[in-house]
């Protein structure tokens, strides 16, 4: 949670860039990234400089004493003319140089460019960026978090946001722990990944790693605010940093954001790869999907229909022969995880009722080949107003066998479904969370398994006999009640009151004539 103060500061620099002329909410955000960016090298730095001098023991240096001027320190008191031109000149061209440390986030850097045109722009995005709390780890999640909400409200040319509150439902019912490996084959930004960081820091916080404190919210009200430490965590830290969180996509601009998403979360080290994860050319004994497989797959893949089928993986092509997207996507998952590996991945609600040879071949893997826990049926206004599709959650376990398959009916997730999203009252995840991690497989072959009820369970054979739909309202039992209706004869003599009353007003009427 962030502040009121601090949500107008990143407002009010949004704001700069828009009338700077940058209207591209992605091409503002990759900006400001950069510039975060060159804040931190000079923050480390410092603060391996400090370390040094306690511990006499020397540190690679991000900076050779001919660089200095790239500094942040020394470059953001510069007049505006001067700061555009080291910035653009020498400050770009030392994320090149960084490159060659062979750090993935230095290789995001390396086709870097300085995108701001205005020197006056320039010194203001500078100067608030210079007051944003980026040494304060407890904030810069959220602070940068905020600033990935302004993809949402901005919008931009067929990408969104995954909303924070789906995916958060998400991981709580995935439950991820400290040694788990996670991927997400299509990052985009890296929310599943960043949600699943923080989702650990609560689980792994002893009594005395949980801080309360208030804060003065955007509407000047004094709330409480909970800062989870993760100190149970510091055993498994190294793994944290370097191989819990695995990240692909094929937008560079995205591998940057999203790399920056999980440092500023407090993730040193996040592996996040430029790939196309259906192409032929990506391979499982790529670093970031070492072949032992991943333990959790958490994603929201594009929806963005065919592609060229020559370019796909055969190994996929042979569990579902298609050209969909959001069918090879479900098999590369499959493909990704490691025995026993589980997943949560939102489909479009044609992959549960396609009648196409394909649609029904992957269902068939899916139940018959693996475990399908759960089907999440979600609201068509989810995505809006950026996407109207209904979709819905699979989770699946791969490997074992399904005898039963669990529903649910999410109607409400907290926002009105029309394109302004507001909060609302109705909210049926939490509900959604704390009855998948008590659902009951015994009560599926009993009198318990209520079918007209928001969760209830359908059985595999079930299942396979209506060739593998998985579509809640195929197994959903509607509870009509019958309208009460008025009895002819009641309704006879209702109509001859009327006409009598009619009539008599006719009659006072005449007189009054």
Not at 4 to 31: M, S
Not at 227 to 251: K, N, P, Q, S, T
Not at 451 to 464: G, H, N, P, S, Y
Not at 500 to 508: F, G, K, V
Request: charged share 30%.
């Amino acid at each position: 949670m962030i502040t009121g103060e601090l949500k107008n500061k990143i407002d009010k620099l949004w704001e700069e860039f828009w009338t700077g002329g940058i209207a591209n909410p992605l091409t503002v955000i990759e900006q400001i990234t950069f510039l975060m960016y060159a804040r931190l090298l000079d923050m480390n730095e410092r603060r391996d400089e400090k370390r040094a001098e306690r511990t006499g023991k020397p540190f690679k240096r991000r900076f050779t004493d001919l660089e200095q001027e790239v500094r942040w320190e020394h470059f953001r008191h510069l007049p505006a003319e001067q700061m555009y031109k080291v910035v653009k000149d020498e400050v770009f061209p030392h994320f090149k140089d960084l490159a060659g440390e062979g750090t993935l986030f230095a290789e995001f850097m390396k086709d870097a460019q300085l995108m701001i045109q205005k020197p006056s722009l320039l010194v203001k995005a500078v100067n608030m960026i210079n007051e944003l709390p980026l040494d304060s780890s407890d904030t810069k999640g959220d602070l940068y978090e905020y600033l990935l909400s302004k993809l949402t409200t901005a919008g931009i040319n067929g990408q969104f946001r995954t909303p924070r509150h789906i995916i958060r439902a998400m991981v709580e019912m995935l439950d991820p722990e400290a040694t788990h490996r996670i991927a997400d084959p299509a990052c985009g930004t890296a929310g599943f990944l960043a949600s699943s960081y923080e989702y650990l820091l609560e689980k792994y916080s002893s009594p005395e790693g949980v801080i309360r404190e208030t804060v003065t919210n955007e509407k000047g009200e004094a709330v409480e605010q909970t800062i989870y430490l993760g100190d149970l965590l510091h055993e498994h830290r190294a793994h944290v940093d370097r191989d819990m969180f695995h990240g692909f996509d094929f937008d560079a601009t995205m591998l940057r954001i999203a790399a920056m998403n999980l440092v500023m979360h407090g993730v040193a080290e996040p592996d996040i790869h430029y790939q196309d994860t259906l192409s032929q050319r990506f391979s499982e004994r790529h670093p970031g999907a070492a072949n032992e497989g991943f333990d959790l797959i958490l994603a929201n893949p594009p929806f963005k229909g065919s592609l060229d089928e020559e370019d796909v993986d055969p190994n996929l092509l042979r569990v579902v022969k298609t050209k969909k997207t959001e069918l090879l996507f479900v098999a590369l998952i499959m493909r990704m995880l490691k025995l026993g590996g589980r997943s949560a991945t939102i489909v479009p609600d044609g992959v549960l009722f396609g009648s196409s040879k394909a649609h029904q071949q992957l269902r068939q893997h899916l139940v018959d080949d693996n475990q399908l826990e759960a089907v999440i049926s979600l609201p068509s206004g989810v995505f809006k107003p950026y996407a109207g599709v209904s979709t819905a959650i699979l989770i699946f376990t791969k490997g074992g066998e399904t005898d039963n398959v669990w529903f649910y009916d999410v109607q409400a997730d907290g926002f009105s479904l029309d394109d302004k999203r507001q909060k609302i009252e109705a909210n049926d995840l939490p509900d959604l969370v704390n009855q998948f991690k008590a659902r009951d497989r015994a009560v599926a072959d009993t009198e318990a398994n209520d079918l007209t009820a928001k969760a209830f369970w359908v059985a595999r054979d079930e299942i396979a006999s209506n060739k593998y739909d998985l579509s809640l309202n195929r197994y959903k039992e509607q509870n009509y009640q019958a309208e009460q209706y008025d009895p002819p004869r009641e309704i006879l003599a209702r109509l001859k009151a009327l006409e009598a009353e009619i009539q008599r007003d006719l009659d006072a009427l005449e007189g009054m004539l």
